[in-house]
């Protein structure tokens, strides 16, 4: 992660050097829900009871207004994967959870629908690039709990794509609240050939709801 810092930290200063003159820049910082899961194709019998794995996302923004369009980049943490449940004849009932730890940088066009003085609601879209933090596989049983590290087996880096509605609501000469609802869509396989799932092509999905603040 420590690698990232510089060249983010380049790319934020990069945009707002190019931006117009006239633009209303906002920086801020949001956090909020994940519901993420996996897709697998084709289908695995053994995952039926597959569930939306409720998890966290968080990180910083910078929002650059140019009226009806705006460009948003973002840095976000983001923990993504899936859970399912059943019951084994020796143990009794289990939960088995893969969590996937990434830190993504979602690049969005914004375009305002609706402006009612301080309140704006817009429209975004764009794409996501992940990059792997960590990969586990934990299972749960009434006796016992074990999380094996399976980051070797997810590829180390990930591509999806991004969309939603948002709402912002401006405070004047303090700061904005922003609240936004996203679906996360995957475009790419994010198993190794060498995992023993390597024979199937499993992609992230799933939902997020944000709170923010700018500045």
Known sequence: MKKLIIPL?????????????KALVTFGVKGGLNYSN???SPPVDFFTNQKYLKSF??????????GPIGFQPEVLYSRRGFEFSGTDQ?????????L?????????????????????AYVFGGTSYGYLQKAKFKETSQNSQTTEDI???????????????GLDLKIPMLFKIT????????????????????TYKIKNKGFSIMLGLGF
Do not use: C, M, W
């Open 90 to 98: 020796i143990s009794g009932p289990y939960q088995v959870q893969i």
């Open 100 to 120: 996937l730890d990434y830190l993504e940088i979602p690049l969005l066009v914004r375009l305002n629908i609706i402006s009612l003085g301080p309140i704006k």
């Open 9 to 21: 930290t380049v790319i934020f200063l990069a945009i707002l050097l190019i931006a117009p003159a």
């Open 38 to 40: 996996l897709t697998f």
């Open 179 to 198: 609240l936004d609802a996203r679906y996360h869509y995957g475009l790419s396989n994010i198993i190794q050939p060498t995992s023993d799932l390597g």
């Open 151 to 165: 980051k070797s087996d997810i590829k180390s880096s990930s591509l999806a794509a991004v969309g939603g509605l």
């Open 57 to 66: 996302s968080g990180g910083a923004f910078l929002s650059i207004n140019l």
